[in-house]
């Protein structure tokens, strides 16, 4: 079924028509500098940029608007309290429900200067990196620009994951200052988040700094010399603090996320290409009106988080709520709650999350009015098309655009959406792409498919603005990853059909990336981390359909010969907890199955592709099964597999 534009939507919207749309596509392809250029004066630039595009794309090396400088924070904060000192910049949304904070632009200019003559005093010059492990707090927005204003590069870690994965994110960034809090209430919870900063930081000589947001009561240990209260360290400074300003190439943030190989990567987006793509498409995919009240739940922790509830809606100069809290605390009518507490006009969101909502029924929808909402977006994962549905027809009443939109970390910002108003939507596609952007379709031997009604992997032609430029201090990995696989193009990790109307279904990943709720996983980081336990002797982790993450995690192990007398069950919490302790609680394994032995071919490579199969219950067709070095490792896999259903 196709979803028609809906009327009277059109008359406000800023592209009213496929006609509008087509237009100005067709002019971001075949007029590019011009077209980006245009879009560049929504910033406000100290000098504009002298030129557009630089692209070298053998070296793998592309440059957006050269010769201009500008600061983030000042298109951010600054130039919105010149115009608009009392509106609200930020509505924080605490995790108890009816708590509420307005932060107008003039006291998130105050807060930011604050914090970055705070930085500055503990040795933060531009260029530095800052790394970031918050709860959901203000000070986390603080921190972000006050980084974008005095020139250091922010480097966000999500307060979910580990000390280890907080330790290695900060080796890698070699950040000298690490911001975090005592606490972090989360739903029910309290995120210990000092303790695992601690563990983090622990003998690492590196980090000179620890500035500790005071979010609970709860009285932390702080080391003398090193950890300070980021509020007393407030109030010995003042809000003015002159802008730096950035070459439009200069970094703004690194944002690790995972590949295909265990180790993170910390992908680096710039000043001048990254903010130019965030606003434009903040712009025209969520249809941004004056008065809007944009609600974004993605954590800071992720690039949704950067781009669509921080620098996006910021820079634009529209009012963006920080939700603390989750979904379902204290029950499943939170989402909507906040809604209507703050008069959301767009709500941006998951489709894990929807699935848990939609299974808790319509009964917390309807306990809303919601009738502030005038637009719904969905992004992190395909959204299954009942689920698109519901989203439409019970959350938005048929009255709101479904605006579903595929992009990455590396893409900044979106580059596969329908313009609200204007692209009929059909449910569990993306629809087509964002202005500037020209996928391509190709096979596995690298051949380019033409034409609608195609499958392939999905790559993207051309260079865009907010095209991550490189991987922190490794850019032949940045070489290797996306533009190795198919020479001179972009390459997703991600599959894709091509319909017969030109709209793009994502079909999910064609790598050892597994998307879990929305977050990205390696196999192989999940690997290491059972491997790193002292019973585990092989590891082999795939994905499997889950009703409420998307992908779950399935762990096949073998254990080291002194442990096989141990309790299964007692191995399989061990081995759970093995994972939530080194990843975090996101990677926790559903399942583990401890077996004897792994499938394997002749040359010794496991055969993901059958542990694959048998994960997802598809045990019918596990393919050719004669290249396996010992067949009877495979009876195993079956009969645990058909004890399990
Ligand atoms: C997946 C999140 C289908 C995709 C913004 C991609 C999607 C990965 C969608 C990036 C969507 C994101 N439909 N799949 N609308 N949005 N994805 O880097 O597999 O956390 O490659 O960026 O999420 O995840 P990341």
């Excluded at 979106?414 to 596609?429: D, F, W, Y």
């Excluded at 992997?457 to 696989?485: D, K």
């Excluded at 390696?522 to 409420?548: D, I, Q």
């Amino acid at each position: 079924m196709i979803y028609a534009p809906k009327e009277g939507f059109g008359r406000t919207a800023r592209i009213q028509s496929m006609e509008d749309y087509q237009f100005l596509y067709r002019k971001s392809l075949e007029r590019p500098e011009e077209f980006w250029g245009e879009m560049a004066q929504a910033l406000t630039w100290f000098h504009p940029p002298e030129t557009v595009l630089d692209a070298d794309t053998d070296q793998v090396d592309f440059s957006w608007f050269g010769g201009g400088r500008l600061n983030a924070c000042y298109n951010a904060v600054d130039r919105h309290v010149k115009e608009n000192p009392r509106k609200p910049a930020i509505i924080w949304a605490k995790n108890e429900p009816g708590q509420y904070e307005l932060i107008t632009w003039r006291d998130l200019k105050h807060n930011v200067g604050r914090v970055a003559n705070v930085l500055k005093a503990h040795g933060v010059k531009k260029g530095d990196r800052v790394c970031i492990y918050l709860p959901m707090v203000p000070e986390l927005a603080y921190t972000m620009l006050a980084c974008a204003r005095i020139g250091a590069v922010h480097s966000v870690v999500f307060a979910g994951f580990s000390a280890d994965s907080l330790r290695e994110r900060i080796l890698d960034s070699g950040a000298q200052v690490l911001v975090t809090a005592n606490e972090g209430p989360r739903g029910a919870k309290r995120v210990r988040t000092k303790a695992i900063s601690d563990e983090a930081v622990e003998g690492l000589s590196q980090v000179r700094s620890v500035l500790v947001v005071r979010r609970t009561e709860a009285d932390v240990p702080m080391k003398a010399g090193r950890d300070w209260w980021l509020d007393q360290e407030m109030s010995k400074h003042r809000g003015t603090c002159p802008v730096e300003w950035m070459a439009a190439e200069d970094p703004l943030f690194i944002l690790y996320t995972s590949g295909s190989t265990g180790k993170p990567k910390g992908v680096m987006h710039t000043t001048g290409g990254y903010l130019v793509y965030a606003v434009t498409t903040h712009r025209y995919v969520f249809d941004l009106q004056p008065d809007d009240v944009h609600f974004c739940t993605a954590d800071m922790g992720w690039i949704t988080g950067h781009t669509y509830l921080l620098y996006g809606p910021l820079a634009n100069g529209t009012t963006t709520v920080l939700f603390e809290s989750i979904p379902t605390y204290p029950d499943a009518g939170r989402l909507w709650q906040v809604v209507d507490d703050v008069k959301a006009t767009v709500l941006f969101t998951a489709p894990t999350a929807l699935r848990a909502l939609l299974r808790e029924g319509d009964a917390y929808v309807k306990k809303s009015s919601r009738k502030s909402l005038r637009l719904l977006a969905s992004a992190g994962e395909p959204i299954n098309p009942e689920v698109w549905r519901w989203y439409h027809d019970v959350v938005g009443e048929g009255r709101c655009p479904v605006v579903d939109n595929w992009w990455q970390t590396e893409t900044g910002g979106v580059l596969i959406a329908p313009m609200p108003g204007a692209t009929p939507c059909k449910p569990g596609s993306a629809t087509l792409p964002f202005f500037g952007v020209e996928p391509v379709l190709v096979d596995d031997e690298g051949r380019v498919l033409e034409g609608n009604g195609v499958s392939g992997n999905l790559c993207i032609a051309r260079t865009w603005p907010g095209q991550a430029r490189t991987l922190w201090g490794n850019h032949q990995r940045f070489i290797e990853t996306y533009y190795s696989r198919f020479p001179r193009l972009y390459f997703t990790g991600d599959g894709c059909r091509r319909d017969e109307d030109g709209y793009y279904w994502i079909t999910g990943r064609v790598d050892d990336v597994l998307n879990v709720s929305g977050h990205r996983l390696g196999t192989a980081e999940v690997e290491s981390a059972l491997v790193a336990h002292e019973s585990v002797a092989e590891a082999a982790v795939v994905g499997f359909p889950h009703e409420l993450k998307g992908t779950g995690v399935c762990a096949f192990v073998t254990l080291k010969p002194e442990f096989l007398d141990a309790s299964t069950e007692q191995m399989m919490g061990a081995l759970k907890e093995q994972v939530r302790h080194v990843i975090g609680p996101i990677a926790t394994p559903d399942q583990v199955r401890i077996v004897s032995g792994l499938p394997k071919t002749r040359s010794g490579k496991i055969l993901r592709r059958m542990l694959r199969k048998i994960a997802c219950g598809e045990t019918q067709d596990l393919g050719d099964t004669s290249t396996l070095a010992e067949p009877s490792v495979l009876d195993e896999l079956l009969t645990q597999q058909s004890q399990m259903q």
